[in-house]
C-alpha cells in the first residue's frame, strides 16, 4: 500500500541498498545501489507496474550474492538480453571470421567439416553458455581411441569456440575442455605421432637414400631438409629469390613459418651442393624443388611415400627431433641454439623479450657440424676403406 500511495518525487529506500523511485512524471521504478569490483553501480530492476516489492527485494537479493562473489550483475542483465547462439552457431562464425588467415585451404575445409561430423550431433544445438566438460566428453569419447589425431583436433577446435564465446561475452569461467582428459583412456603411442630416426642411423639413411631409385629431386629435397632440419612445408615451398648462396643463406619469409617470423638458416656446403644440382636439373621453375610442372612445388606427400617404399616407419618432420637429439647428446652446442635452429618459439617471455639476434654465428657452426656428422665423414669412412 505504501509503494501505491507515494506519490511524490524522489527516492526511497527499502532496505540493503534497494529504493524505490519516484520520478517527477509520477511513473515508479526499483533501484538496486550496489558495489561491484570496488565501484558503486545502480542497477534498474524493473517499474512496479511489472515487479512487485517481494520481486524487487528477490532480484536485488540475487544481484547482491552476484556482486559478492565477484559477479557483475550489470554485464549478466546486458547478456541475457542478447541472443545466446547456439554451438553450432558460434563455430560457424569462429570459421568465417578465421578462415581468410589460414593459407591451407584443406584445413579451412577440415576445421569444420570435423565439427559437423563428430560434434554438432552431440550438442550443436546447445546454448554456447551452455556447453559443459561432459557434452565435449560425450562427442570425444566414440573417436578418441580409433581416431586419436582427428579427436585431439576436434578438442582443440572446441575449445578455439569456446574461447571465442568467452571473448565475446557470452560465457563466463573455465573452459569445460580443460581437463576433459582426465575423463578419457591414455591414447596409445601419444607422444611419438611424429615418428623419428634415431641419430645414430641418420647418416647410413642417407647413404641408402642417395641409392634408393626415388626421383632424384625428390631424394635432393629430403636430404636438405634433414641438413637443415626444417619443416616439410618449408623445403617444398622454397624458392629461390629466398636463397643467399654467396652468403650461404636461406631467408624463409614469415608467412611461411610456423610462428609467422622470418627464419635464416646457414647452409653447409652439402647444402649448397644440393642446390646447385636442383637448379641444373630444374625446368626454369620458381620453386628450388619444382613438382612434375614448373608451376607447382614436389607434392607434400613425396618424402612420406618415399619413406614408405624404403620400409622405413618414419615421417619426414621426425629428422627434425634426430638433429635436436643429436645436438643434445653428442654436442656442447647451447640448448637454446638448437631451439633458435629449429624456429622454436621462445616460451619464456622475459627471454624472448630481450633476444633480439638469431645466433647466426652459432647456428652455422651447429649446422656446419651436423653436416659433418651425416654426410661427410660416413663419406670419408667409405673413401678410406
Same mark, same amino acid.
Given at each position: 500500500?505504501?509503494?501505491?500511495?507515494?506519490?511524490?518525487?524522489?527516492?526511497?529506500?527499502?532496505?540493503?541498498?534497494?529504493?524505490?523511485?519516484?520520478?517527477?512524471?509520477?511513473?515508479?521504478?526499483?533501484?538496486?545501489?550496489?558495489?561491484?569490483?570496488?565501484?558503486?553501480?545502480?542497477?534498474?530492476?524493473?517499474?512496479?507496474?511489472?515487479?512487485?516489492?517481494?520481486?524487487?527485494?528477490?532480484?536485488?537479493?540475487?544481484?547482491?550474492?552476484?556482486?559478492?562473489?565477484?559477479?557483475?550483475?550489470?554485464? @549478466?542483465?546486458?547478456?541475457?538480453?542478447?541472443?545466446?547462439?547456439?554451438?553450432?552457431?558460434?563455430? @560457424?562464425?569462429?570459421?568465417?571470421?578465421?578462415?581468410?588467415?589460414?593459407?591451407?585451404?584443406?584445413?579451412?575445409?577440415?576445421?569444420?567439416?570435423?565439427?559437423?561430423?563428430?560434434?554438432?550431433?552431440?550438442?550443436?544445438?546447445?546454448?554456447?553458455?551452455?556447453?559443459?566438460?561432459?557434452?565435449?566428453?560425450?562427442?570425444?569419447?566414440?573417436?578418441?581411441?580409433?581416431?586419436?589425431?582427428?579427436?585431439?583436433?576436434?578438442?582443440?577446435?572446441?575449445?578455439?569456440?569456446?574461447?571465442?564465446?568467452?571473448?565475446?561475452?557470452?560465457?563466463?569461467?573455465?573452459?569445460?575442455?580443460?581437463?576433459? @582428459?582426465?575423463?578419457?583412456?591414455?591414447?596409445?603411442?601419444?607422444?611419438?605421432?611424429?615418428?623419428?630416426?634415431?641419430?645414430?642411423?641418420?647418416?647410413?639413411?642417407?647413404?641408402?637414400?642417395?641409392?634408393?631409385?626415388?626421383?632424384?629431386?625428390?631424394?635432393?629435397?629430403?636430404?636438405?631438409?634433414?641438413?637443415?632440419?626444417?619443416?616439410?612445408?618449408?623445403?617444398?615451398?622454397?624458392?629461390?629469390?629466398?636463397?643467399?648462396?654467396?652468403?650461404?643463406?636461406?631467408?624463409?619469409?614469415?608467412?611461411?613459418?610456423?610462428?609467422?617470423?622470418?627464419?635464416?638458416?646457414?647452409?653447409?656446403?652439402?647444402?649448397?651442393?644440393?642446390?646447385?644440382?636442383?637448379?641444373?636439373?630444374?625446368?626454369?621453375?620458381?620453386?628450388?624443388?619444382?613438382?612434375?610442372?614448373?608451376?607447382?612445388?614436389?607434392?607434400?606427400?613425396?618424402?612420406?611415400?618415399?619413406?614408405?617404399?624404403?620400409?622405413?616407419?618414419?615421417?619426414?618432420?621426425?629428422?627434425?627431433?634426430?638433429?635436436?637429439?643429436?645436438?643434445?647428446?653428442?654436442?656442447?652446442?647451447?640448448?637454446?641454439?638448437? @631451439?633458435?635452429?629449429?624456429?622454436?618459439?621462445?616460451?619464456?617471455?622475459?627471454?624472448?623479450?630481450?633476444?633480439?639476434?638469431?645466433?647466426?654465428?652459432?647456428?652455422?657452426?651447429?649446422?656446419?657440424?651436423?653436416?659433418?656428422?651425416?654426410?661427410?665423414?660416413?663419406?670419408?669412412?667409405?673413401?678410406?676403406?
Amino acid at each position: 500500500m505504501q509503494v501505491r500511495n507515494l506519490n511524490k518525487p524522489g527516492r526511497y529506500a527499502d532496505g540493503n541498498g534497494l529504493y524505490l523511485v519516484v520520478d517527477p512524471s509520477g511513473a515508479k521504478r526499483w533501484l538496486l545501489r550496489v558495489v561491484v569490483h570496488g565501484k558503486r553501480r545502480d542497477i534498474g530492476l524493473g517499474g512496479t507496474s511489472l515487479v512487485s516489492l517481494s520481486e524487487a527485494r528477490e532480484k536485488a537479493l540475487s544481484c547482491r550474492k552476484l556482486a559478492r562473489d565477484g559477479g557483475d550483475p550489470l554485464a @549478466e542483465k546486458r547478456k541475457k538480453k542478447r541472443e545466446i547462439p547456439t554451438f553450432t552457431k558460434a563455430a @560457424e562464425q569462429v570459421h568465417a571470421e578465421h578462415k581468410a588467415s589460414w593459407k591451407n585451404k584443406k584445413h579451412v575445409d577440415q576445421w569444420i567439416n570435423t565439427l559437423k561430423e563428430y560434434v554438432f550431433p552431440h550438442f550443436g544445438e546447445t546454448p554456447v553458455d551452455q556447453v559443459q566438460t561432459p557434452d565435449v566428453l560425450k562427442a570425444l569419447g566414440p573417436i578418441w581411441l580409433t581416431k586419436p589425431e582427428t579427436a585431439r583436433r576436434v578438442r582443440q577446435r572446441i575449445k578455439a569456440v569456446l574461447d571465442w564465446a568467452k571473448a565475446a561475452g557470452f560465457r563466463s569461467g573455465e573452459n569445460p575442455v580443460e581437463g576433459v @582428459e582426465k575423463g578419457l583412456p591414455k591414447q596409445n603411442g601419444r607422444d611419438s605421432h611424429h615418428e623419428a630416426m634415431s641419430y645414430g642411423q641418420v647418416p647410413a639413411f642417407i647413404k641408402n637414400l642417395r641409392a634408393s631409385d626415388a626421383g632424384e629431386t625428390t631424394r635432393l629435397a629430403l636430404e636438405f631438409l634433414i641438413l637443415t632440419a626444417s619443416r616439410t612445408s618449408e623445403v617444398l615451398q622454397a624458392r629461390w629469390g629466398e636463397f643467399d648462396l654467396d652468403q650461404a643463406l636461406w631467408t624463409v619469409p614469415a608467412e611461411r613459418m610456423k610462428a609467422k617470423r622470418i627464419h635464416r638458416v646457414p647452409l653447409s656446403d652439402r647444402c649448397l651442393d644440393i642446390l646447385k644440382r636442383v637448379k641444373v636439373i630444374g625446368t626454369g621453375s620458381g620453386y628450388a624443388f619444382p613438382g612434375r610442372t614448373a608451376e607447382r612445388p614436389l607434392s607434400n606427400m613425396a618424402f612420406l611415400m618415399m619413406l614408405r617404399r624404403m620400409n622405413l616407419n618414419v615421417t619426414a618432420h621426425g629428422f627434425r627431433s634426430s638433429f635436436r637429439d643429436w645436438a643434445a647428446e653428442t654436442t656442447s652446442f647451447p640448448r637454446e641454439v638448437a @631451439e633458435m635452429a629449429l624456429a622454436h618459439t621462445i616460451e619464456n617471455k622475459v627471454e624472448a623479450a630481450y633476444r633480439r639476434g638469431d645466433l647466426m654465428a652459432k647456428r652455422r657452426g651447429m649446422m656446419n657440424a651436423w653436416a659433418t656428422y651425416i654426410v661427410e665423414e660416413k663419406e670419408a669412412d667409405a673413401a678410406s676403406s
